[in-house]
């Protein structure tokens, strides 16, 4: 089994930042892509960063300039650096991992959410 714990999400004033981290444990062979996506009650999920293996990334058109994602392999994680944030970037930030293991194969796990909150 794989679980995702992500960290960092808080209370900042508009302006202000914060990282995000996203920990994978268990039984993990091979990281594929990993990404970030946000939620507010009564929208979907959307897509706010990916990296993929290569490093090659991408990003929503509201946080290019602003946000940056980014991986460290050797310790399962993903991070999330927010910077210049905005209102509405308030949100509940979740973790996206592709995952490879021996017993289930390739999957996708989500973290659990971390709270994002920026005040004006």
């Known amino acids: 089994q794989v679980q995702l714990v992500e960290s960092g999400g808080d209370l900042v004033q508009s302006g202000g930042s914060l990282r995000l981290s996203c920990a994978a444990s268990?039984?993990?062979?091979?990281?594929?892509?990993m990404g970030w996506y946000r939620q507010v009650p009564g929208n979907e999920r959307e897509l706010v960063a990916s990296v993929t293996f290569l490093g090659i990334t991408n990003y929503a058109e509201s946080v290019k300039g602003r946000f940056t994602i980014s991986r460290d392999d050797d310790k399962n994680t993903a991070y999330l650096q927010m910077n210049s944030l905005k209102p509405e970037d308030t949100a509940v930030y979740y973790c996206?991992?592709?995952?490879?293991?021996?017993?289930?194969?390739?999957?996708?796990?989500w973290g659990q959410g971390t709270q994002v909150t920026v005040s004006s």
């Open positions: 996206n991992m592709e995952i490879t293991n021996w017993r289930f194969g390739r999957q996708t796990y």
């Open positions: 268990g039984s993990i062979d091979n990281l594929w892509t």
